[in-house]
Each structure stands twice: as structure tokens, then as C-alpha cells.
């Protein structure tokens, strides 16, 4: 029998990966979302015949909503760059905590069965200056962000529920998710509002303008590693067929990049006919993370995943979305 699985920001970026690789391993959905990211948009997976779509704020469910449910995956939160963190730190904080809190009291109330995955992030480890495992989370400096920092405090509440009222809990961390599905987000003269999205399709859409001095934050010497959704999304489901409750488990890319050389491939990449302009390093936040590298050992060892797609694959599916989707930049 196919298991049903509640996804909680579904329609969201990685949540829209999430679904399709579901979709593919037989899985029934019913996805509650409330585009609050980017208005409504018409993913092809909503007219599939296993799948129902809830419009809905998470914590407009009660806890009838849940009953039945085999898998309650929970993606919802505010999401953004690093100047979305630091714009509304207290309504990341308090809005993040509702949701996660409220999904998890529905679910031990409505079916305490239930695996509760919890997408935590990377940003738990914004102090860390040396690639982490899954140790280093609970082993570290607190994060500087509220982001980071309510991840991190989720994490805390989803496996104090697993200890004190028996909650079926596994808790994911992917690193840097991108891919195709995200754009950048405009400010009202045009220009990007920079680090209101994430770093790659900002600095595909300043390299498809030919933005000149090339903005970037800080020094660009910030070290990353990015993962490819579709990435991010096989690891999870390899997680929910093979992983026993009380796991966490890091997804992250194998290759780590400084910021500033990822902003040269890019422009090589759209502009391969054009010099690279010269750099404005705009402030970057006392809090700018320097950096952030993973290591995925332990999905490689338990559940036999790798990632598939690399650095150059990944910035060929951003360019091509972001060149398609120019139109329906948001104002914000």
C-alpha cells in the first residue's frame, strides 16, 4: 500500500523537488502551502491524481488535518539570503517557531505514528570554520543569525519531543540548495535587492543584465558548498526507506567554491564574448558567515547516497531558468 505523506511547504524550492522524486517512489501527497514566497505558482504536480493541494497557512491546521498521515514532512518556514535573515530577524524567529511547533503538537495528537522529518539548514553551523559533520551541530558556537539560530533551537524542539512524548522525529540539513525554481528578487528601481534571495540566481541575473561593477558582498573570499534539490531530494527519500527515527543526517554538494570565483564562472558562463568587470564589494553583515562546508560521510555510509550534480551543472540549470523566467522577477 502506498504510504500518504503530509508535506508542510511543498510548493516550495526544495519542497517542489521533494514531491516529484516522492511522486516517483509511489508515494500518496497532500501538499499545504501558502505561497507566501512567491504568490501562487502552477506546479505541474498539482493535476496529478495522487496529490491534493491545501492553500493554507500551517498554522490554520488543526489536528484532524494530520490524522491518517504515515510521513509528516516539514519544510515550512521563511526562507531567504543573507539580507532577508537580518531585514526580519524577530519574524523568522517567532513565525518559524509557530509552524515547527504547531506541526509537530498536530502530529503527536493526530497520528503519533508518524516519521516527523524536519528540514533544518546548514546555517546551524555559522561559527564552524572547518567542514562539519553531523556532530559538530549540538558541538559548536551559537549561530549569529536568527535564522540559523531557530534552525539550530528546532532542532532542540523536534528531538525533545522525541524524548519526552515519544515523537517518530529525523531531522535533515541540506547545504546551499539551488537549482532550477528560484529567481532573484528585484528592488523598485530594478536593480537586485541583493541577498533577499540566494547568492546564484543573483548573480545570474546581474551577470544576463551585464551589471557593471559586478556587486558582490564583502570581500567574496566566503567559502560554500552547493546542492543540486534534486540532490537534496533523492537523499530524502533514500532517508525515509532506509533511516530509523532519531537520525539526522547532513546533504550537501562535494565541491566547495569561494563566492568570488563563482561569481567569474557566471558571467564566463552568460557572457563568454565579455571581460569580467571589475568588483563593488558592498558591506557585507557583521554576521556574513565565512565559511560553510560539508561533509556527507554519513549519508554516503547508511543510506548509500552520493550527489550527482556538480558545480557546473548546477550554475547550466540555474542559468537557464533564471534567462527563461526574467518576467516574473518579484518587487520587493
Known sequence: MSKRV??????????????RELLGHGYTLTIVDNFSKYGYLEHDFFKHPVVRLEIKDVRALYPVDFKGYDIVLCLAALIGGIQYFHRIP????RDNNEILTHAIDCTLAACPEALFVYFSSSMVYERVQEPVTEAGARNQL???????????????LVTGAARELGLRDLVIRPFNAVGSGELPMLDRQGQVAFGMAHVIPDFVYKALIGQDPFEILGDGEQVRTFTHARDIAEATVLALEKATAGENFN???????????LAVRIWQKVNPDKA?????????????VRFRVGYSHKAREQLGWQPRFGVEAILDDCIEYVRLHRDQLLIK
Do not use: W
Not at 503530509?6 to 514531491?19: E, K, W
Not at 569580467?276 to 556574513?288: C, I
Open 251 to 261: 546533504f550537501c554538494g562535494a565541491e566547495p567554491f569561494k563566492i568570488r570565483d
Open 6 to 19: 503530509l508535506v508542510l511547504g511543498g510548493a516550495g524550492f526544495i519542497g517542489s523537488y521533494l514531491v
Open 276 to 288: 569580467m568587470p571589475r568588483f563593488r564589494h558592498l558591506e557585507a553583515p557583521a554576521a556574513d
Open 90 to 93: 524577530y519574524r523568522i524567529a
Open 142 to 156: 551559537v549561530p549569529f543569525t536568527n535564522y540559523g539560530m531557530q534552525k539550530l533551537y528546532g532542532e532542540y
